[in-house]
Every structure is written in structure tokens, then in C-alpha cells.
């Protein structure tokens, strides 16, 4: 399989680069940002002349200094040619260990020797043991699953120049992988967590997510079976991931099973009962009779209401108890539920801070050359875009805000925008009624507030929603606390009544008895709701104008930017077949990871075969013309395609396609790593 291209950045200044990552050892909260490789050349008949690039990396094999190393070599042998004007003479390789909170480095002077040591968060150096290779080691696999795309491009575009390789690429590796899990297991927590996880735990963290990331990705159910099956002779908590990995794997009596015997032992384990909770709720979705879809959600609320009880400060038990309501339609005690989550600001992924470079050279591999792939940057960048499509928050959601709006969607999916609001008023205080009653009121007396009125936070201080505003701040934005207007765009009527506002708990005093019926609407959701009225507004007069279009027989006109924008928007609010349709509009202008990613969606609900494989050669190409190897998801989607499909079909409709056979041979490559796994489906 031949290596991804390798980008270039030069630096202004020798060693820029290394300094700036120093400088950043302190801050890093998460995982810690990819692998940085800085290499010296110097010029083959001017020795004085020395200039320093470097570039980003993901998935190398971090186990010891030698295999870094030899992640050097391999980029002088591609260097240091009979034709070449200059040489690489000296090569640093930077790897965070998350655990010890330290950067571990390989020196490589060439020829020469090999220098290993590690960098502390105050500069200083240190030796580099085996106990902190094996770490190093551990966080770098984390790192290649966290870090890698999801098809879409967007991880990709976040830092440039990105070089992803899949850490795991055979089962004597992946045995590499488990033991190092194995060891460092039960100190995962302090790798931190997903944003939506208020407290690490040794069941929550970067290290079970990424463990289950892999199993889910390759199929390897039985291996991870084996590796909590062990864990959990150690501590019994271990038994949510064992039924989560069970439940993966179709052994659903035996996750069950394990699950009803580790609760007799810990009967409030919160992400027992949790996974208890999603388990019954999908089984609700595909039951077959009325009957048993309603047994089974009343014991999913059951488990999610003790996991909230469990652990009441936890974004993911109350989501999941909105969700079982949203499931039951009962619509009150869903949003009466959602407005209970706690809301946590959104911890991004530790990205590199570097200077301004001199230079930067994003070379194309010639393997990945493809008309309609090649001309997607230089028209992207000449698009026209409307202020109203970028102008939607929601877009830029992360974290537990993500979430809460995803649920609060699937709401007015079901039961529609005015219902919805009617739902609300009848739940919470609104401003303008509580106007009314506290003019009327002569004689005010104490409210009656407890943690189901107002939240088991009480009034909360106002949160960060991820993006780096408060949401004093949003509101302030949204409106002025004015009475509703109607407004237009592009001269079209807006049929999309505006949602009035909630009262803002600050500003109860305790003086009206209509909070013994009413609860008090916290001001994040009370946003939540203006931004799901600006995404609908957009859509309703996309659509209203699409229609009066097709009726004057006239071509509706957007840009591919545009048609992006307004498929995710379709998406985000449940209406699958717009977003298709945009999407493709989209595709129909320019090439556009995003928008396949979104059709390439659709295409695996309907079991569209052919139509999956070729969204899935062009995604692959994409990313690796963008120096990425590997992509999970997009591994996923082809060993699917094999179980269900076959192998041999799978590689037959690959091959047909007219296509390059240098394009071809990158996804028979993400086929070939199925059979390496020995995928159900593939031969032998």
C-alpha cells in the first residue's frame, strides 16, 4: 500500500515549531494534539544554507524510540535522492503521553545517532522509561482514533497538513493494543473525558471510548469480550462495557444476562443502568406489536430514571430519560427533563499553536488523481454565501448543547413547531404572563421551589455553550427581550410563529404562586428554542421559495457552499429526503466530502449497495489525496457492506467501477483490512 503524500511547512525561523509546542505542553487538557515531526535540510553543495520543516502525524507506532525513528528514516529515504538539491541531516519526533503529562521526543542526527528523552510542562528535560513509553504508546492509538475523519472532511480541514495512519493493522497489533489497555485500565480516568461527561470514571473516559471506537470499527467483538471479561474479575463496574461490547456483538441474552447480575451487586451503578436504558430503548423501536413497544419503555424510563437518581449531575442520565419520554410522547415530562441536564462547556481536542509559516507545500500523490476530486478547492474558495445560512448557530452546537438541541428537533419533528411552543407555555413561566400576574398580585407570597421546578442546579451562573460566548451573551444577541416581530427575508412572509420568552429565573423573587404549577425555564434552553426558530424560519422559506419555483417552471439557484449549508440544516431538523436533495444539489456543482458524507448516510438506511460502494471510493480518495489512510468510519461502512453483501460481491462492484485502478486499489485496501480482521464475510 503506498504512504500518503508528505506535506511541507517551513518554518520563519529554525526549531519555530518545536519552541511553540513547548510553549503549549501546559495548557493541553485533553489527549494532547498529533504527533509533530520536525526535520533539518540542508543544502547538498551549500552546507550553510539550513532550513526546518515539519508536519503532523497520527497512528505511527509509538511504542519505543527505535519505531520513531524509524518513522524518520523512511521520510530521508524518500528525500535524500540522486537528484536532490538538498538533504534532511536531523529529525525530532514529538509524542504527548497524556497520563504523565509529557511530551516524549526521538532525536535523530543523520547519519548519526538517537537521542530519546522526554519534555516536561516547564521545559525541562527528562529520561524516557519503559513505563512511559507504554503510556506514550496507549494515548498514541487513542489519538489516531480521535483525530481521524469521519468522512466528512471536517476533522481534516480543522489543522492542515495532517498525515493519519491506522495504528491497528492486524491482530498481532491489536494484541499490542489490548495489553497495553489491559495495564493502564483502571488509570484511563486520567486521560479525561468526552465533553458530555461531567466526571471521568474508569467505565467513562478517553480510554473506553476509544477501545469501544475500535471494536465497533473492525468487529472484534470477541477480543474485547476477552478483555473485559478480565477487567471485570477486578472491578465489577467493568460490566457495562462488557454488555455494551455484548450487545454489539448480537449476544444480547448474555448482555442482558450480565447486566441483571452486576446490578444485584451495585444496583445504583449509573452507566449500568444507562446502558440498561438505551439497550430497552432500541428494542422498543423494533418491536413488533404496540404492546410490547410500551412494556419495553416503561422499564427503559425505569432504568433511566435510577440512573438519573444515580447520578444527578450528569448530562447523558437525563438526556437519556428525555429520550424515553420523547419515545412514550410524553411530550411535558420530556422538556420538563431536558431543562433539568446539566450543561457543560465544550472541551475541544488539543490542536498545535504555530506560527506563521514561511511556506507550505500540500503536495498530490499521484494514486489519488480524480478530475472531480482535484477541482473541488479552487471553486470553493469563489462561492457566494447568504448571511441568513451563515448566520445559524445551531451548526456550530457542540457537546451537551449538541445534544439537547438534537432532542429538542426530534420533538418538533413529531409533533410540529406550534404544538411544541403550546407544550412549552403550558410547562414553564413566561415572561409576559408573568407580568401580568405580578402587576395583578397584591398580596405576593412565597414560592413553593424544589429540584423538579427548578432544576436540580437551583438558577444556574450562565455557561459557556462551547463556542466561547455566555449565554447572557446569546440572549442578548437573539433579542432584546421585545415582544415578538414578524420578519421576512427575501420578501417572503414568515410562517414560523416566533417563540416568546420564558422568564428568566433571575428575575423571580419568590413572589408568585403560579410556581407551584410552573416551572422555571433555564435561559440555555430558553435560547435553545430562538435558535431552533432561526433554523426553521430558514427552511420554511427554502422551501416556500423552492416550491414557487418548480410552479413558474424556473431553476432555484444557490451556490455549493449554499446547498451544503442547507442540507445539513434539512438534517439537523429530521427532514432526511431535503437534505438528500440538497446534498446532491450540492454534488451536482462540485465535488464535496460533506455532502457525500450526508448522501453516503441515506445510502446505508436504504441498503444501496452500488451507490454506497462509489460514495465510498470518492470519500476515500478525498482523504487520502488529504494525507489520511484511514478513517474509521469509513472502515465501518465497508466491512458492513461485507457482512451483509459478501466479499467477493463488495470487491467485484469496487473494480467495476470506471474508475482509475490507482483510486480503486485505496478502497480494496480498507477491504483487504477486513480480511485481515477476518470480518464476517470476507473469505476464509
Not at 6 to 14: D, I, M, N
Not at 507 to 514: A, F, L, M, R, T
Not at 631 to 636: C, F, G, I, T
Request: charged share 25%; with cysteine; net charge negative.
Amino acid at each position: 500500500m503506498v504512504a500518503p503524500a508528505v506535506p511541507e511547512v517551513t518554518e520563519e525561523v529554525l526549531h519555530e515549531s518545536i519552541d511553540a509546542r513547548t510553549e503549549s505542553l501546559l495548557a493541553l487538557r485533553e489527549l494532547g494534539p498529533p504527533d509533530l515531526v520536525h526535520l533539518l535540510k540542508q543544502g547538498v553543495r551549500n552546507t550553510g544554507k539550513q532550513t526546518g520543516i515539519y508536519h503532523h502525524v497520527t497512528g505511527v507506532d509509538a511504542s519505543s524510540s527505535a519505531s520513531l525513528a524509524a518513522y524518520i528514516n523512511t521520510l530521508t529515504y524518500k528525500d535524500n535522492g540522486p537528484n536532490a538539491t538538498s538533504k534532511i541531516v536531523e529529525g525530532v519526533y514529538c509524542c504527548y503521553n497524556a497520563f504523565s503529562r509529557l511530551d516524549m521526543r526521538v532525536h535523530v542526527s543523520i547519519p548519526g545517532t538517537v537521542e530519546s528523552y522526554c519534555v516536561d510542562e516547564r521545559g525541562e528535560k527528562r529520561k524516557a522509561s519503559d513505563e512511559l513509553w507504554l503510556e506514550t504508546y496507549l494515548c498514541s492509538v487513542l489519538r489516531a482514533y480521535s483525530y481521524a475523519d469521519d468522512g466528512s472532511g471536517d476533522t481534516i480541514r480543522k489543522i492542515m497538513g495532517v498525515r493519519r495512519f491506522n495504528p491497528v493493522t492486524n491482530t498481532e497489533t491489536e494484541q499490542r493494543f489490548l495489553n497495553a489497555a489491559e495495564q493502564l485500565f483502571f488509570r484511563g480516568w486520567q486521560l479525561g473525558s468526552d465533553s458530555v461527561v461531567q466526571v471521568p470514571t474508569n467505565v467513562s473516559n478517553h480510554l473506553t471510548t476509544g477501545l469501544l471506537k475500535y471494536l465497533e470499527t473492525t468487529g472484534r467483538y470477541a477480543s474485547g469480550i476477552n478483555l473485559f471479561e478480565k477487567l471485570r474479575t477486578q472491578s465489577i463496574e467493568v460490566s457495562s462495557l462488557l454488555s455494551k461490547v455484548m450487545f454489539m456483538g448480537h449476544e444480547e441474552v448474555s448482555g442482558v444476562k450480565n447486566l441483571y447480575q452486576s446490578l444485584q451487586e451495585t444496583p445504583m451503578d449509573y452507566v449500568m443502568l444507562d446502558t440498561q436504558a438505551e439497550f430497552l430503548l432500541k428494542k422498543a423501536q423494533t418491536a413488533e406489536t404496540p404492546e410490547a413497544r410500551e412494556e419495553r419503555l416503561k422499564m427503559a424510563l425505569g432504568c433511566a430514571d435510577r440512573s438519573t437518581v444515580a447520578a444527578p449531575s450528569e448530562f447523558g442520565t437525563w438526556a437519556r430519560l428525555a429520550q424515553v419520554y420523547v419515545a412514550m410522547e410524553d411530550w411535558e415530562n420530556a422538556l420538563t427533563t431536558l431543562n433539568s441536564c446539566p450543561m457543560f462547556t465544550y472541551q475541544d481536542k488539543d490542536t498545535p499553536i504555530m506560527p506563521e509559516p514561511r511556506d507550505v507545500h500540500l503536495p498530490t500523490l499521484p494514486e489519488t488523481r480524480l478530475d472531480e476530486i482535484d477541482s473541488e478547492p479552487e471553486s470553493r474558495f469563489s462561492e457566494q454565501v447568504d448571511a441568513s445560512l451563515l448566520g445559524l448557530r445551531a451548526a456550530s452546537y457542540r457537546g451537551t448543547f449538541k445534544q439537547a438541541y438534537n432532542i429538542l428537533t426530534e420533538m418538533t419533528a413529531k409533533i410540529g413547531w406550534d404544538q411544541l411552543l403550546k407544550i412549552r407555555s403550558n410547562v414553564f413561566v413566561m415572561e409576559d404572563e408573568y407580568r401580568t400576574e405580578k402587576q395583578e398580585a397584591s398580596h405576593p407570597g412565597p414560592s413553593k421551589r424544589n429540584a423538579s421546578i427548578d432544576g436540580l442546579r437551583g438558577t444556574p451562573d450562565p455557561i459557556t455553550n462551547g463556542e466561547g460566548e455566555t449565554e447572557e451573551d446569546d440572549d442578548e444577541k437573539l433579542s432584546e427581550r421585545e415582544p415578538a416581530k414578524e420578519m421576512a427575508t427575501n420578501g417572503e412572509p414568515n410562517s414560523v410563529e416566533k417563540p416568546p420568552h420564558a422568564i428568566d429565573p433571575k428575575e423571580v423573587k419568590g413572589d408568585s404562586d403560579h410556581l407551584n404549577t410552573k416551572r422555571l425555564c433555564e435561559r440555555w434552553l430558553d435560547s435553545l428554542f430562538m435558535v431552533l426558530y432561526e433554523d426553521l424560519r430558514v427552511y420554511t422559506i427554502w422551501r416556500t421559495q423552492m416550491a414557487q419555483y418548480r410552479a413558474q417552471q424556473m431553476q432555484y439557484k444557490k451556490s455549493a457552499e449554499e446547498w451544503e449549508i442547507l442540507g445539513a440544516l434539512a438534517e439537523r431538523l429530521q427532514h432526511f429526503d431535503e437534505a438528500v436533495e440538497a446534498y446532491r444539489a450540492c454534488l451536482s456543482l462540485r465535488f464535496s466530502p460533506k455532502s457525500l458524507a450526508g448522501v453516503l448516510r441515506v445510502f446505508q438506511k436504504t441498503k444501496n449497495t452500488r451507490d454506497t460502494v462509489a460514495a465510498v471510493i470518492r470519500l476515500v480518495t478525498w482523504q487520502y489525496r488529504w494525507y489520511s489512510e484511514f478513517s474509521p468510519e469509513l472502515l465501518h461502512t465497508i466491512r458492513t457492506l461485507i457482512e451483509d453483501e459478501g466479499a467477493v460481491k463488495v470487491r467485484s462492484i469496487i473494480q467495476a467501477t470506471s474508475l482509475p485502478q490507482t483510486v480503486l486499489d485505496l478502497t480494496h485496501h480498507y477491504a483487504a483490512l477486513c480480511a485481515t480482521f477476518r470480518s464476517s464475510g470476507t473469505d476464509g
